[in-house]
Nanobody
Framework: QVQLVESGGGLVQPGGSLRLSCTAS????????MTWYRQAPGKQREWVAI???????NYAESVKGRFTISRVNAKNTVYLQMNSLKPEDTAVYYC?????????WGQGTQVTVSS
């Protein structure tokens, strides 16, 4: 059984930082394309950051320069380091594993940026 478990969300003030984790069981994350998505209330889910099995990364324009995606294969975990957080970053953040058109999703972790 495949499980992706996100953690690390919470309430943070504008300008603050959080690090999200996505830990997998049942699959080897290093062989998957891993993507962080987010969904704000009343909005469509949008992709935030992606890391390929080869380690290439890409970011949505709205988070470029503030967020960093990384992977530690030994821990079977993908991270999203989020700095300089803004209120518009408030959303539920999900991780997604994709390989050969097979997708797995985590349950999401809430990030709230507010003073």
């Amino acid at each position: 059984q495949v499980q992706l478990v996100e953690s690390g969300g919470g309430l943070v003030q504008p300008g603050g930082s959080l690090r999200l984790s996505c830990t997998a069981s049942g699959i080897i994350l290093g062989s998957y394309v891993m993507t962080w998505y987010r969904q704000a209330p009343g909005k469509q889910r949008e992709w935030v950051a992606i890391i390929t099995s080869g380690g290439a990364t890409n970011y949505a324009e709205s988070v470029k320069g503030r967020f960093t995606i990384s992977r530690v294969n030994a821990k079977n975990t993908v991270y999203l380091q989020m700095n300089s957080l803004k209120p518009e970053d408030t959303a539920v953040y999900y991780c997604n594993a994709n390989r050969d058109r097979v997708y797995y999703w985590g349950q999401g972790t809430q990030v709230t940026v507010s003073s």
